[in-house]
């Protein structure tokens, strides 16, 4: 337990007793994992570096490349920011239900014990769509009598 340590818990908040709560042990990784995962690149003002950049792939197709990348960009943040772990694989899967979610499985050794663990950290993409034109003679956002009107004063010159 001395080697990993106690840290403010993330979100920071109080415990019981009014003080800022803190977790230890395994807990304490898990958060400290998900802190760099959630944090982008650039958003800590003294600490511009640290973070992780799978933010960057928010709008990025839910495809084999875009696994391959996030897979990446987790190794190189965790292995860079966690020194607590060795990380032995990410795996990238895709959610059978939610189109836009992209499931991230790390699996780690807590380097002071040799005890291996995991941890899945869902990771969503906003899904790509072809987007639907309107009929030609419909105004966008009007129901059909105000698009009527609209487009008969239109012909008027109106």
């Known amino acids: 337990m001395e080697f990993i340590g106690r840290g403010l818990a993330f979100p920071v908040r109080t415990d ?23 944090t982008s690149p650039g958003e800590r003002p003294m600490r511009p570096e640290f973070g992780c ?11 084999a490349a875009t696994a ?4 990446y960009e ?9 020194p607590r772990i060795t990380l032995d694989d990410v795996v990238v899967g895709f959610d059978a239900v939610d189109e836009g979610m992209l ?12 005890d291996p663990r995991n941890l899945v950290f869902p990771f969503y993409v ?4 072809d987007p639907v034109a309107p009929p030609a003679d419909r105004t966008p956002g009007l129901p059909g009598a105000e698009q009527r009107a609209l487009s008969s004063s239109a012909r008027e010159g109106l």
């Open 16 to 38: 019981a007793t009014g003080s800022v709560a803190l977790v230890g042990g395994d807990r304490e990784i898990v958060e400290s994992i998900r802190l760099i995962l959630g």
């Open 53 to 63: 950049a799978i933010h960057d792939l928010v709008f990025a197709p839910a495809d």
């Open 68 to 71: 391959g990348q996030l897979a």
């Open 74 to 82: 987790v190794r190189i943040s965790l292995e860079r920011w966690e």
């Open 103 to 114: 499931l991230i499985d790390i699996r780690y050794t807590l380097r002071d014990r040799n």
């Open 126 to 129: 906003i899904p790509q769509h």
